[in-house]
Every structure is written in structure tokens, then in C-alpha cells.
């Protein structure tokens, strides 16, 4: 069997090349999803000890993103940082406005800045914190992004044009085992545009998430939380065919351990559509305007 090329063949490799190359030294912020991860795999090659690899610990974080951070880092011999950013100490966070994700970003981007400022002196150059934001990005609703460019993070696959298809075709030739993992946003993401966000709640959705794809053997379903009249209720989301399997049984059995260990959960329904990204994002809701202090 051939060997694996280090570097991509795709027609983007160049620009991107120089982009990381200019750098000099990087900070990668990696999530555990595949945009991310590649990034930080291109980085390490190209820039070879003058690339730190690091990700946010915290209860909006899916376990299995970290667990995939710390398998590839163990397996490419990455430098790894494992950081805490502080965005449930912060109100304007917790009430889960529109633009939540800004917040966020402020918190993990500043933390990130903070950490290339301590490594400066030991790489002999400052490194420039950087996403894994790929071009498709700039078309959804992205407030993070706003965050980035307030803190001068720089965006290697957006400046190379290089796009998600883009991203999964380079991870695939360099047979890279994420090159097809699917799409698995932060735990807040699941929360409706102005329901608060708790650690309970994010608690909640992780185990009913975890519960559902090891009792169903499906990849892609999301446990959404919406507050209605002062309750708490659960909205399971499934892509079809899978949705046909979130069964009346399936959610019997999954209400009562769910409710035990995270009260506030009142109900636990089939969303009566199938799953669509982004859904919990509501522009209208009169809890989602923004909160923003510049």
C-alpha cells in the first residue's frame, strides 16, 4: 500500500500553504469537529513546533469532541492545551440571546490571545490565534465570527477559499479518520433562542443525545430545549429515515432517567419535523435581540 501523502493535492493546498506559512507560529482553536481538526493537522505539518493546538473543556462541550481532540493530538503528536474560557460566568451568555455565540468567542478568543502572548517568548515569535471558519461560514449566522474579527483571529480556510467540501475531500486524501465525522456544534446550540442556559439543561441534552445514538446506532439527532410557559420541554430532532425510529417507546423509556437526574426537564416529544440545522436560533423571538456592550 502506498504511503499517505503529508499534504493534500487539492488545488487550494498552495494558498493555504502560504497562508500558514506567513503565520510563523499559530494557536489553533480546535473544537473536535472536521474543520478544526484538519486545521490543526496542516498546522502542525507546516509549521512544525510552532503550533499549539487548543481546546475549550466545559459542559457545552460534547464529550465525544474532546474525547477525538485527545485521540488525534496523542496520535499526530500535537502540543495540546486543554483551556476553561469562563462563558457561564457570564450573564450576558447565560440568557442566550440571539448573538449568544459572540460571547462565547470573546471568552475563548481573549483566553487564546492570553495563552500566545505566554508562548511568545519560547517559540521567539507571537503566534496568531487562528479558526477553523472554512467559506461556507460566512453565509449562516455566524456572531463568533464578529468576535474573531475583534481580536484579530485569522481564518486560514476563509482567506483560501477553501470550503467544507473542500475540508472533507483534503481530510479524506490524507486518510485522516474525522474526514467524515458529521457536524456536532456546542451543547448550547440545542438550547432555543432565549431559554437560559444551565449546565442542567446542557447536562440534560448530553445524556439524552448519548442515550438516543447508542440505543438507536444513529450518528446525527438533537435533543433541543425550549421553555414554554415556564416549562421545560425536550424536542428530539432526527434527519430522515432515522426520525422514524424516535418511537413513542424509545421516549418512554428514555423520560424517566432523564427526568430523575435533570428535573427541570418537564417533557420529552418527537419534534414534529425532522432535523434542520440551526433550528433553535430564533432572529424573532423578543428574548433574542441582542445584549451586546460594546
Known amino acids: 500500500m502506498p504511503a499517505l501523502p503529508?499534504?493534500?493535492?487539492?488545488?487550494?493546498?498552495?494558498?493555504?500553504?502560504?497562508?500558514l506559512t506567513g503565520l510563523r507560529g499559530v494557536v489553533v482553536a480546535v473544537s473536535g469537529g472536521v474543520d478544526s481538526l484538519l486545521l490543526a493537522t496542516l498546522a502542525h505539518r507546516t509549521l512544525p513546533g510552532r503550533a499549539l493546538m487548543a481546546h475549550t473543556t466545559g459542559p457545552a462541550v460534547p464529550a465525544a469532541c474532546?474525547?477525538?481532540?485527545?485521540?488525534?493530538?496523542?496520535?499526530q503528536g500535537w502540543r495540546l492545551t486543554m483551556v476553561a474560557t469562563g462563558e457561564l460566568l457570564d450573564e450576558r451568555y447565560l440568557a442566550n440571546p440571539f448573538d449568544r455565540c459572540y460571547f462565547c468567542k470573546t471568552h475563548l478568543y481573549a483566553r487564546l490571545a492570553s495563552l500566545a502572548a505566554d508562548i511568545a517568548g519560547e517559540l521567539g515569535v507571537l503566534p496568531v490565534v487562528v479558526s477553523g471558519a472554512n467559506a461556507d461560514?460566512?453565509?449562516?449566522?455566524?456572531?463568533?465570527?464578529?468576535?474573531?474579527?475583534?481580536?484579530?483571529?485569522?481564518?486560514?480556510?476563509?482567506?483560501?477559499?477553501?470550503?467544507?467540501a473542500d475540508i472533507r475531500a483534503m481530510a479524506r486524501e490524507l486518510g485522516l479518520s474525522?474526514?467524515?465525522?458529521?457536524?456536532?456544534?456546542?451543547?448550547a446550540s440545542r438550547i432555543y433562542t432565549g431559554t437560559r442556559v444551565t449546565p442542567e439543561i446542557l447536562?440534560?441534552?448530553?445524556?439524552?443525545?448519548?442515550?438516543l445514538k447508542e440505543r438507536l446506532h444513529i450518528d446525527v439527532v438533537r435533543c433541543r430545549v425550549r421553555e414554554t410557559d415556564m416549562l421545560l420541554g425536550m424536542l428530539v430532532e432526527a434527519p430522515e429515515p432515522a426520525r422514524r425510529l424516535v418511537t413513542p417507546a424509545i421516549l418512554a423509556e428514555l423520560g424517566p432517567p432523564l427526568c430523575a437526574r435533570f428535573p427541570s426537564i418537564q417533557t420529552v416529544d418527537l419534534d414534529p419535523e425532522p432535523y434542520r440545522p440551526g433550528r433553535a436560533f430564533r432572529s424573532d423571538d423578543s428574548h433574542g435581540q441582542s445584549s451586546r456592550r460594546k
Do not use: Y
Open 66 to 75: 474532546t474525547e477525538r481532540v485527545r485521540q488525534e493530538a496523542a496520535r
Open 178 to 187: 474525522f474526514a467524515d465525522i458529521p457536524a456536532s456544534p456546542c451543547l
Open 6 to 19: 503529508q499534504f493534500p493535492s487539492s488545488e487550494k493546498w498552495p494558498a493555504l500553504r502560504e497562508i
Open 203 to 211: 447536562g440534560a441534552i448530553s445524556f439524552a443525545e448519548e442515550f
Open 137 to 164: 461560514d460566512l453565509g449562516e449566522h455566524r456572531p463568533g465570527l464578529v468576535a474573531a474579527s475583534e481580536l484579530a483571529v485569522r481564518h486560514p480556510f476563509v482567506e483560501a477559499g477553501v470550503a467544507k
